[in-house]
């Protein structure tokens, strides 16, 4: 199974600002999923938009999934030092195979 | 509190020792799935099961074996390991929902070392 690709590999900010982070994929899909992971440990899910869906808000966490395109975008507003992971974008087809991308490594600068 | 549990959480062996690296959930959750995480490669996942007595290979299957006996656990076989299974091992498991699974939870991974 193809990997989804986060972009950009890496950013640094400084708290207080916004973090805008991409994921593309190649094939159809029913979700994409967002998980944050704090350097070598388990994943945390973030928030899972349905194929069917163009945004939706979590709190500080803005996802937009654009099916034409094949890409989804995950924006982090008003950042903190605590937001300092990675993020990754996991997509969901018609198998129960999820593919994962390598991950966007997210810096907050207090 | 809701969980995904692995043991150990730190492996060093040799090759060729035969391993299980545990997993277990309190969640009644049909999906579980094995995944290894290595630098410059993502999360690729190993195998994932169903339900029980329901497995199924995932990309990189070679060198593992899995069972689901009862639907909490889900164990990790390596059978002969070999240095190249070095790397970080994830547990998760989730609700089985309509296109397939839905969130997954995640145990907090087993660094295995096979020198």
């Known amino acids: 199974s193809q990997q989804g690709e986060e972009d950009p590999q890496a950013l640094s900010i400084q708290e207080g600002e916004n973090a805008t982070m991409n994921c593309s994929y190649k094939?159809?899909?029913?979700?994409l999923q967002w998980y944050r992971q704090n350097s070598g440990r388990g994943l945390v899910h973030l928030i899972l938009?349905?194929?069917?869906?163009r945004e939706k808000h979590s709190g500080r966490l803005r996802v937009t999934l654009d099916t034409s395109k094949k890409s989804s975008s995950l924006l982090i507003t008003a950042s903190r030092a605590a937001d300092t992971a990675s993020y990754l974008c996991?997509?969901?087809?018609?198998?129960?195979?999820?593919?994962f991308g390598r991950g966007t490594s997210l810096i907050v600068h207090p | 509190e809701a969980q995904v549990t692995q043991n150990p959480r730190y492996l060093i062996t040799v090759t060729g020792k035969k391993l299980t690296v545990t997993c277990s959930q309190n969640?009644?959750?049909?999906?579980m799935s094995w995944y290894r995480q290595d630098p410059g490669l993502g999360l690729r996942q190993i195998y994932y099961?169903?339900?029980?007595?329901?497995?199924d290979k995932g990309d990189v299957p070679e060198g593992y074996k899995v069972s689901r006996k009862e639907k909490r656990n889900f164990p990790l076989i390596l059978e002969s390991p070999s240095p190249n299974q070095t790397s970080l091992y994830f547990c998760?498991?989730?609700?089985?929902?309509?296109?397939?699974?839905?969130?997954?939870?995640f145990g907090p991974g087993t660094r295995l070392t096979v020198l």
């Open positions: 094939t159809s899909i029913n979700n």
């Open positions: 099961s169903m339900n029980v007595e329901v497995t």
């Open positions: 969640m009644n959750h049909e999906y």
């Open positions: 938009i349905r194929s069917n869906e």
């Open positions: 998760a498991s989730s609700l089985v929902g309509q296109g397939g699974y839905n969130e997954q939870f």
């Open positions: 996991a997509t969901g087809g018609g198998s129960y195979i999820p593919t």
